[in-house]
């Protein structure tokens, strides 16, 4: 969506953490090394020629620094398209990044070879559960087979073996495994799929899950479910897990931090509580404010930060010059027109682990009606 | 089941869609879906929820004629419009008379947009036939009001979508392209199957502006099936509560959700995380559902219901009228229980 020739300078596609000009960028975090750690991690698309303009690359994701320890839960929320997506799919290593690098317990993934990604993948130490269900399930195989299949690659049991540990993940995500295991994806409600989908990146116990949606098409109660087990691998085996999701709300019931993406850029992250209660980043706000709720208590409306209809769609602020949130933002000006780095935000408690980009971070919200 | 009596004696509505007793079988004598009967008026705005699994979807499917290969409808009635022969019976039509209502008069949006779109056409052109055929536009204004339409559900870059290709796009886009299609064709009836399940809460939000825009300017009915509360809270007139294929609760949506009258719409909403934002103890409902399909001989909730008597388990248990706009099928309304029973119950 973005245009090649941009003429400002995007992220610095070297590929050590960002560039020092801004200090404190990436959010220091305390503790035990990391188990996953992306830094300035730039991802694009080929792009075809249309009637409207040239084939050349569309950046999907720009300047990504995230980090994730063992048993931690990060989830990820943004717009629609924004890249949570590719993000995983990059972390996994089903999309090459062009610049930076994704670290894994010690071991750079960008600096693998096609057969040494493939084995990285076969190991079953990172699993990716896949956001539809229904384009990922083999259509052909029962549901067992499905879910077993991650075991069949890393090798280690017998076919009996793994379809009792096949049965045991279903189980674990309130299915049942006697009912259901003998059917086909087509054969099951869209909510049973997308559990399907979990127990089998469950089944191999790995250390590092990126679930992508993994509870949008269920109800609130299979919805906790399904967190609540997610939050005990993670408190019993120390499994990390990355949780992207449009659920606010349920999220905040067992995340620790919270990341939020807007068009490929990271533009605010730290604790979640925090982040949802009192965002710092205009973007942020919208999203929490546009949340659906019962009873409307303790928040802004989405009228009080969306853009005045006339100034978005205008083409008088190019996409690529400045903030990414700046076409939409009811606080843009003219500083905007420069990029806003991340930086730690110093004055909360959690200091430490919390990034904003806006540069009007500390003001925005005075001009609230 | 309806009541035929109580909705004789209403005011003259306009009905756009009445399902009277429909069962659908998904294998021999597999019922998934159990005597469903509700009407949706012009205009109106219900908001179909429930259990994962519990038969929402093969309700929207049966109405749409689009149930899959092996489910079959052994009983009952569907129609559009006030029309009541047996001749406007969705449930017998051909092929040749879906072609005349799906798309035109009845559009829908489902939960896996990917396999509704044909991966070797762009999106554009896909909206842009969709409208040659229904609305009978010519090629170029159907070219112009397909980029108009894609602005209007909120695409980013309308005319460079209108190129490209549903791989090219993410989840949440290629669902406002189905939006798109859904309503291109001003229908009376849009199915929204989880619809907005895919897309953030700001795109979300706008769309279900969008949606009831078209709700007060074209009298657009619309069954909307999500598992949001708060969406049916903020955009639903009505609630249809299903478990284990059938409809358990039924009524405006401020007084189901003030006062649930159901065990299960109870628990469901016990367990909602509505608008919290804090670290909490996800609940749960314990148990799970019957089988997909079990013949059980009295109320299907009864294995994980707080409430549940001995009479609950020895026969069928009717969906009752309570009062003139809501029914429930309970022998023990929650909402009508005596505080003292609910709390000795969840003690
Ligand atoms: N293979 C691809 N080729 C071209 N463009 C792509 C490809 N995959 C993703 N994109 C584009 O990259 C952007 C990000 O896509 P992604 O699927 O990661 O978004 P997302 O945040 O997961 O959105 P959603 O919430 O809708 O799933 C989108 O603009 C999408 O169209
Ligand atoms: N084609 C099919 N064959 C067998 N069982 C099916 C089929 N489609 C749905 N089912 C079963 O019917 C029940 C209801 O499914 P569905 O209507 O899709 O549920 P939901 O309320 O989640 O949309 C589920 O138990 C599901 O497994
Ligand atoms: S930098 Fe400017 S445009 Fe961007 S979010 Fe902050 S105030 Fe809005
Ligand atoms: S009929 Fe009995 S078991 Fe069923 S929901 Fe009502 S109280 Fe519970
Ligand atoms: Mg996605
Ligand atoms: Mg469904």
Redesign the interface.
């Known amino acids: 969506m973005s245009s090649p020739t941009a003429s400002h300078t995007t992220p610095s596609a070297t590929t050590h953490t960002t560039p020092a000009a801004a200090p404190g960028l990436a959010p220091e975090r305390k503790g035990p090394a990391p188990l996953l750690e992306l830094a300035g991690l730039n991802v694009s698309f080929g792009r075809r020629a249309t009637s409207l303009r040239r084939a050349g690359r569309t950046r999907v994701l720009a300047g990504i620094d995230l980090a994730i320890g063992p048993g931690e839960i990060l989830g990820i929320i943004g717009e629609t398209g924004s890249g949570k997506t590719t993000l995983a799919r990059a972390t996994v290593g089903l999309v090459r990044p062009d610049a930076g690098r994704i670290v894994f317990d010690g071991q750079d993934l960008t600096q693998l070879d096609r057969s040494g990604l493939r084995e990285f993948r076969r190991s079953g130490r990172v699993q990716y559960m896949f956001q539809d269900p229904l384009r990922s399930q083999d259509p052909e195989l029962t549901v067992r087979q499905i879910v077993a299949e991650p075991l069949a690659a890393v090798g280690a049991l017998t076919r009996q073996g793994r379809a009792e540990r096949a049965d045991q993940a279903l189980t674990l995500v309130g299915l049942d495994a006697e009912a259901l295991g003998g059917r086909t994806p087509g054969q099951i409600s869209g909510g049973q799929r997308q559990r399907v989908s979990l127990a089998r990146a469950i089944v191999t116990r790995p250390r590092l899950l990126l679930s992508d949606e993994p509870v949008s098409a269920l109800d609130a109660s299979n919805r906790n479910l399904v967190l609540s087990l997610l939050d005990r691998l993670r408190r019993e085996l120390g499994l990390a897990v990355v949780v992207i999701s449009h659920d606010l709300s349920s999220l905040a019931g067992i995340a620790d931090r919270v990341a939020v993406l807007y068009r490929g850029r990271l533009v605010e992250q730290g604790p979640i509580g925090e982040v949802l209660d009192h965002p710092l980043h205009p973007y942020t706000a919208l999203l929490t404010a546009s949340a659906p709720s019962v009873r409307r208590e303790h928040r802004l409306l989405p009228s009080q930060l969306r853009a005045p209809a006339a100034s978005s769609g205008t083409q008088s602020w190019p996409d690529d010059e400045g903030c990414v949130f700046a076409q939409h933002c009811r606080f843009a000006d003219d500083a905007c027109r420069a990029e806003p780095r991340p930086g730690a935000v110093t004055d909360t408690p959690a200091s430490a682990a919390y990034a904003v980009a806006c540069h009007h971070t500390a003001t925005w919200r005075d001009q609230l009606g | 089941m309806s009541q035929p009596a109580e909705s004789a004696k209403a005011a003259p509505r306009t009905a756009v869609l009445t399902v009277e007793g429909l069962d659908v079988t ?1 294998g021999p004598g597999v019922r998934a879906v159990r005597e469903v009967s509700f009407t949706l008026e012009r205009g109106e705005a219900v908001g179909l ?5 519990s038969g929402k ?1 093969l309700t929207c499917r049966s109405v749409l004629g689009v149930l ?1 290969a ?1 489910c079959e409808i052994p009983a009952g009635r569907i129609t559009l419009g006030g029309s009541a022969g047996e001749q406007d019976d969705l449930t017998t039509f051909t092929r040749t008379q879906w072609d005349a209502v799906r798309g035109k008069r009845v559009g829908a949006v489902f ?2 947009p ?2 509704f779109l044909n991966p070797s056409l762009t999106v554009g052109r896909q909206l842009s036939e969709q409208l040659r055929v229904g609305s009978g536009l010519p090629r170029s204004d159907a070219r112009s009001r397909a980029v108009e339409l894609f602005t209007a559900v909120g695409l ?2 309308p ?2 979508v209108y ?1 490209q290709y549903p791989y ?6 290629l ?2 392209v189905l939006i798109a299609i859904a309503v291109s064709c001003a229908p009376e009836l849009l199915i929204a199957d ?1 619809a907005t ?9 706008e769309i279900l502006e969008l949606l009831n825009r078209l709700r007060t300017e074209q009298g657009l009915a619309l069954l909307l099936v999500t ?5 049916v ?2 955009s639903c007139d009505r609630i249809l509560v299903m478990y284990a294929g059938e409809i358990v609760e039924d009524g405006p949506t401020a007084e189901v ?1 003030a006062t649930p009258a159901h065990p299960y719409t109870e ?2 909403l016990r ?15 314990p148990g ?1 559902p019957p ?2 399909g079990a013949e059980l001989p009295g109320c299907r909730f009864a294995d994980r219901c707080a409430y549940a008597a001995q009479q609950c388990t020895a026969g069928p248990v009717a969906l009752h009228a309570l009062g003139d706009h809501r029914r429930a099928r309970c022998l023990r309304p929650a909402g009508l229980l005596d505080e003292q029973v609910k709390e000795e119950a969840h003690a």
Do not use: C, F, K, N
Request: proline share 0%; net charge negative.
């Open positions: 998904v929820v429930g259990e994962s699994g979807s899959a092996g939960q896996d990917a396999s980013h870059r005319d460079e190129h090219e796009l993410s989840g949440g886009m669902q406002r989880e399940t895919a897309l953030d809460v700001v795109i979300q939000a598992h949001d509360l708060a969406v809270a903020e959700l628990a469901l367990v909602a995380s509505i608008g919290a934002w804090e670290r909490r103890d996800l609940e749960i409902i799970r089988e997909t």
